[in-house]
């Protein structure tokens, strides 16, 4: 069993957005998935209370308890990726949520702020020695000088995804319907780009022994 943990030092980074399609498109591999929110704003389960589909399993449960609950999963056997979704402020309960991580993806908007915040977070997780990912997020072709300059910031901080993932309405539209972009329009863009936002992720999971 793996553990994905979506951090962002800065509100709006889109780090919920990408967690639900992230573990549809995770089912949609065959991967049995449990998702857990530790943001206090709970949109996370507020998005798993929309989903008709009873694929993933939303798991309720306070930081503290975190390393319990995934010790129960480990002896139960049958999940495969837990998704783990946190609140905006780096604190005990997001620390606790990133030492039990064996992946740590952090969604950052190419501006100034996101990358000063998210800066934080990457020093956290060295402190930690834990395995972590910048993706460049809400990126718009308009702006395409300013992605490259925030990547290149972000190459010289920590590890950077090395794709994006465009700021595209089908990602409101799958998230008001509690859906992930990979059901709603199969075909498109931001589909494509959460597809091969996995398939990255799973290689990086499945190296991890």
Sequence with gaps: MKVLTMAAQKGGAGKTTLATSLAVAAVQAGEVVVAIDLDPQGSLREWSERREARDIVFH???????AGVLAKLRKHGKTSLVVVDTAGVIGPEVTLAL???DLALLPVRPSLLDLTATRRTAE???????????????TQAAAFARVEDAAEALIAIGPLYPGSIALRTDHLDAMTLGLGVTEWRPKGAAAEEVAELWTWVRTKLESRK
Excluded: C, I, S, W
């Excluded at 309720?60 to 975190?66: F, K, N, Q, R």
């Excluded at 956290?124 to 809400?138: G, M, S, T």
């Design 60 to 66: 309720p449960v306070e930081a503290a308890g975190l």
């Design 124 to 138: 956290r997780l060295d402190a930690l020695k834990r395995q972590y990912a910048f993706v460049l997020n809400q």
């Design 99 to 101: 030492q039990n991580a």
